[in-house]
């Protein structure tokens, strides 16, 4: 049985969220997700609220092929596909996973469909079609659920226009996990860096340690980005589901340590400066101190859940639902009793 606060993280994390307009480039949006032109291109697709996309992707144009990194759910991937083959006629020639959470592999499929490899850290090939089923119920539950949502929209009034817009957007999301099929990536790596070539651009990954122990960033070294996946939120509460926060802040001191000007895409939330991914550092720094001060005062979990409320200054991040499991989290790794899921 999936835990309820499991369930309450992927709600959450597979919708989009409400932030600013990026200040960068746009194109013609979508219902799934904004293209957002971060340098000469270089590109993120931010997810956009309801839509399919639900975590944010992008992609590097070289001068002989393309690289994407993330693949959404399907058919967000397919879509993406259909974006980049609007600005070039490249072909693609390689995909990243930047870890294994369905948001963010969702569209794998569709990029092995066409024979593309996609790269992972290795723990994602012990993941993808095991961890992801408690994200990706089975099919007979989600026809149930369809048909629950079908029925509830066909008894809504007209005129209640919201509910019946967001049961409409519940169904298009159903019917898009029921095309999901959990699809591994073709080529892994443990440690170190990897150098990818798109003719004479290049894209480094890397992989660190913080919110899954299987996570890949790319570096963009002529155009000075970092695609960060969830090593990475932008005015956004993360998921802690499988992190490690006492890894999980170095790594992003060193990133911002080796990146100081750097544009980053993160996981979820708006392309971010390196203050934005300060701010996010701070705040699981923050997070973890407050926990750690909780446990020495002699407080539960349940007190330390009731009691250490959000700070006032990240009451503006997205994804509120997760301030108090954030606690739980935390508090399990200092106490040594977290059981990564």
């Known amino acids: 049985?999936?835990?309820?606060?499991?369930?309450?993280?992927?709600?959450?994390?597979?919708?989009?969220?409400?932030?600013?307009?990026?200040?960068?480039?746009?194109?013609?949006?979508?219902?799934?997700?904004?293209?957002?032109?971060?340098?000469?291109?270089?590109?993120?697709?931010?997810?956009?609220?309801?839509?399919?996309?639900?975590?944010?992707?992008?992609?590097v144009i070289g001068n002989d092929s393309v690289l994407?990194?993330?693949?959404?759910?399907?058919?967000?991937?397919?879509?993406?596909i259909g974006e980049i083959q609007s600005l070039t006629k490249l072909p693609i020639k390689f995909a990243v996973n930047s870890h294994?959470?369905?948001?963010?592999?969702?569209?794998?499929?569709?990029?092995?469909?066409?024979?593309?490899?996609?790269?992972?850290?290795?723990?994602?090939?012990k993941w993808q079609t095991t961890k992801n089923k408690r994200f990706l119920p089975a099919p007979e539950e989600l026809q149930k659920r369809k048909?629950?949502?079908?029925?509830?929209?066909?008894?809504?009034?007209?005129?209640?226009?919201?509910?019946?817009?967001?049961?409409?957007?519940?169904?298009?999301?159903?019917?898009?996990?029921?095309?999901?099929k959990l699809t591994n990536p073709t080529k892994t790596f443990s440690s170190g860096t990897m150098k990818l070539k798109l003719g004479k651009r290049e894209v480094i990954l890397a992989t660190l340690p913080g919110h899954t122990g299987g996570d890949v960033l790319a570096y963009v070294p002529d155009a000075n980005v970092v695609f960060m996946g969830d090593l990475g939120w932008s005015k956004t509460l993360p998921n802690l589901v499988d992190a490690t926060?006492?890894?999980?802040?170095?790594?992003?001191?060193?990133?911002?340590?080796?990146?100081p000007t750097s544009k980053f895409i993160p996981g979820?939330?708006?392309?971010?400066?390196?203050?934005?991914?300060?701010?996010?550092?701070?705040?699981?720094?923050?997070?973890r101190a407050?926990?750690?001060q909780g446990i020495v005062s002699g407080l539960t979990i349940d007190q330390a859940k009731q009691q250490l409320t959000l700070p006032e200054k990240y009451k503006g991040f997205a994804f509120q639902n997760f301030a108090t499991p954030n606690v739980e989290d935390v508090y399990k790794e200092l106490k040594g009793t977290k059981q990564v899921q």
């Not at 990026?22 to 013609?28: G, L, M, N, V």
């Not at 994407?68 to 993406?80: H, N, S």
């Not at 926060?245 to 990146?259: A, E, F, Q, R």
């Open 68 to 80: 994407v990194f993330d693949t959404f759910f399907t058919p967000a991937a397919i879509e993406l």
């Open 147 to 180: 048909a629950d949502a079908a029925t509830q929209l066909s008894e809504t009034p007209e005129d209640q226009k919201e509910k019946r817009a967001q049961l409409e957007r519940q169904i298009r999301r159903l019917d898009a996990m029921m095309q999901i």
């Open 268 to 287: 979820h939330g708006n392309v971010a400066e390196a203050s934005d991914i300060r701010d996010f550092r701070n705040y699981l720094d923050d997070l």
């Open 245 to 259: 926060v006492n890894d999980w802040i170095p790594t992003l001191d060193t990133i911002l340590k080796d990146h």
């Open 1 to 59: 049985m999936i835990q309820p606060r499991i369930l309450l993280a992927l709600l959450v994390s597979t919708l989009a969220f409400l932030c600013a307009t990026p200040t960068f480039a746009q194109s013609k949006p979508n219902d799934d997700f904004q293209l957002v032109k971060v340098a000469d291109g270089v590109y993120a697709a931010i997810a956009k609220p309801g839509g399919l996309a639900s975590g944010n992707a992008g992609f």
């Open 290 to 292: 407050r926990v750690k």
């Open 100 to 125: 294994y959470h369905l948001d963010h592999t969702g569209g794998n499929q569709a990029l092995v469909a066409r024979g593309i490899p996609i790269i992972a850290h290795d723990n994602v090939m």
